[in-house]
């Protein structure tokens, strides 16, 4: 999982990798957009008895930003969910573990650890050549629908599919190229709230994306049969609570889940309102553009702060069914291109970051500001005011192309048109993940106490020549599960989702993500972000419940993610018993029940899940 155990069998560790890479051209690595692992290649000698007419090869698995990176793995795709069931019932029979893998589109190590050598008895398992089928299972005359898929489907592929049927989701995640049986393994997120005086329609929820599931289908063991079988399981049927957040532990072939009528959207920016403004302590300034008061107002934010500058890109959208005459319409999703492909020159100062100009981090947090502002709302002033370092990357030619592009302030479209921004050609940048529970009045508290730890904490490292942050803290707000959006009688929320509510506190009703992102590899980032953890950690236990973001950083020591014993064995767990009910010890026993010989467990899954 760490740097400490990843050479072992000849294994390529991330900073070995990090570090090759910035030598031979930091930049050009870390925009590389969706580059596949190493090409496959056929072997020569397969594991013995592998199912027949599998497709099966070789493959180097890397991760979103490059920081898990193994040897050459066996990894196979198999065509059916009846195939899916021959490989991992060969595996029962020859001691080998099966790990699902789909667009490698996170952060944690829930499919491999870092360094797995070649000689690992695992296989990896391909959703997403296959598995991808759609359908629409059928209409509901509340204007709710329940769409089909399969597990290596794209979340993009997913929302374009329910769109063009008139259906849509209340949030979900920026990045498109997530596969739909990854996203509901973590509990993937968007950010959104009930405005105030906000009902939402049959269909249309503010958790997860497994909270939308009405029924899934999983590889689990049959006793009986003694073998591996499929298994449908309906939301109020036992065990579907455990396996719509799974965290890897099991293997979904398809799930159903059900959307409400589509909603136009409406998408603005705001880049001129002061952090200590949108982030002041509650009650500091009356009538402050403040996060929990646009919340109120629309109930769908994003703040994302540069490193090092003093006002954030603010994201609000509201539903809007008719376009208003100052939005520019939209018709596809990824609409900020300046963020999609950064500019040649910014690209360079990346790149000089990678190869070892850290203290650079001040000027690229205000490079990406200034890139921000000037293509949102095309005002160049603070550029031209600018020293000579930020207009020699943001140069007249890199205006004029963002110029070119339109400006991108307010927007309006279908919402899987506003709700996905972030392509596979953005920056690769690690991060680290929480979920603050507290109630929507204290909104406001959480958000200063993390900005004003983070903006003191960013200049003490800075004050001693550490710049640990490159990138930006994101903020979003989401409401917590609430299984009845499903439209399931009896259904129950997902037991290891980041956001299922505390049965003994109903006036929690909030999360607050926090993730604060760097370019991998850089000096001092994780102890900045065990300073973070650590601080969040100790938040007032009556007005807040720290869990962590399951596809990001968590557990940090001073050298590495996913490594503090005491997060990962005693906090984790803690934070999921909050409140009594069923939970963490519940979810646990199902799935070693499901998978009592452990073929689809990994050894870090084995540490976490205890």
């Known amino acids: 999982m760490t740097d400490g155990p990843s050479n072992r069998g000849g294994g390529l560790s991330r900073r070995r990798l990090l ?307 100052v939005s520019r319409a939209v018709d596809g999703p990824y609409n900020y291109p300046f963020s999609d492909s950064l500019p040649e020159p910014v690209a360079r100062l990346a790149g000089d970051l990678v190869s070892g100009a850290w203290a650079s981090a001040p000027l690229f947090g205000k490079v990406q500001y200034l890139l921000a502002k000037v293509a949102l709302t095309g005002d160049i002033t603070d550029v031209l005011l600018s020293g000579t370092l930020v207009r020699d990357v943001l140069t007249a030619d890199v205006l004029t192309h963002l110029l070119a592009g339109g400006l991108r302030s307010d927007l309006w479209g279908a919402s899987r048109n506003l709700l996905q921004y972030i392509r596979p050609t953005t920056l690769r940048e690690t991060a680290n993940g929480y979920a603050v529970l507290t109630r929507r009045a204290d909104l406001q508290w959480v958000v200063s106490r993390f900005a004003d730890y983070y903006r003191t904490l960013l200049a003490e490292y800075a004050a001693r020549g550490e710049y640990p942050v490159n990138g930006q803290v994101e903020i979003r707000v989401t409401g917590l599960e609430n299984p009845s959006v499903c439209g399931v009688p009896g259904a129950r929320p997902p037991l290891l989702s980041a956001v299922r509510p505390r049965p003994d506190r109903p006036d929690v009703d909030t999360a607050v993500w926090i993730d604060v992102l760097s370019l991998p590899a850089t000096p001092g980032l994780d102890r900045f972000y065990r300073d973070i953890e650590q601080f969040l950690l100790t938040l007032d236990g009556e007005r807040a419940t720290v869990r962590v973001e399951w596809s990001k950083g968590w557990a940090y020591t001073g050298t590495a993610a996913w490594s503090d014993p005491d997060v990962l064995t005693r906090h984790i767990p803690d934070s999921q018993r909050a409140g009594g009910g069923p939970g963490w010890d519940e979810a646990v026993a199902t799935l070693d029940r499901l998978d009592p010989h452990r073929v689809l467990s990994s050894p870090f899954l084995d540490t976490l899940l205890r």
């Open 19 to 325: 570090a090759s890479s910035a030598l031979a051209g930091g930049a050009g690595w870390l925009l590389r957009g969706l580059a596949g692992p190493d090409s496959a290649h056929a072997a020569s000698a397969p594991p013995p008895g592998f199912p027949a007419g599998i497709d099966l090869h070789q493959r180097v698995y890397e991760n979103w930003v490059g920081e898990i990176r193994t040897d050459e793995l066996w990894t196979c795709a198999p065509r059916s969910p009846q195939e899916v069931l021959d490989v991992v019932n060969w595996a029962h029979g020859a001691g080998w573990t099966v790990r699902a893998q789909g667009r490698r589109h996170g952060w944690s190590p829930l499919t491999v650890a870092d360094g797995t050598p070649a000689a690992a008895r695992v296989v990896l398992l391909d959703t997403t050549a296959h598995l991808t089928s759609m359908s629409l299972e059928q209409r509901s005359g509340d204007g709710s629908a329940a769409v089909r898929v399969q597990a290596g489907a794209s979340l993009e592929a997913l929302l374009a599919f329910a769109g063009a049927g008139g259906h849509g989701v209340t949030a979900a995640p920026a990045p498109g190229d997530l596969s739909v049986g990854g996203a509901l393994a973590v509990g993937a997120h968007g950010t959104a709230l009930p405005a105030a005086g906000e009902n939402p329609s049959p269909g249309h929820g503010y958790g997860s994306l497994s909270n939308l599931v009405t029924e899934l289908t999983a590889v689990v063991w049959d006793t009986g049969a003694g073998r591996y079988v499929l298994r449908t399981v309906g939301r109020a049927e036992p065990d579907c609570d455990a396996l719509l957040t799974h965290l890897g532990r099991s293997l979904v072939t398809e799930a159903v889940l059900r959307v409400g009528t589509d909603h136009n959207l409406r998408c603005q920016s705001f880049v001129d309102i002061p952090a200590t403004e949108l982030f002041a302590a509650p009650g500091a300034a009356a009538g402050a553009r403040t996060l929990a008061g646009f919340v109120d107002r629309t109930g769908r934010v994003e703040a994302i702060w540069f490193a090092f500058t003093d006002r954030p890109w603010l994201k609000v959208w509201s539903i809007a069914p008719n376009r208003p005459p």
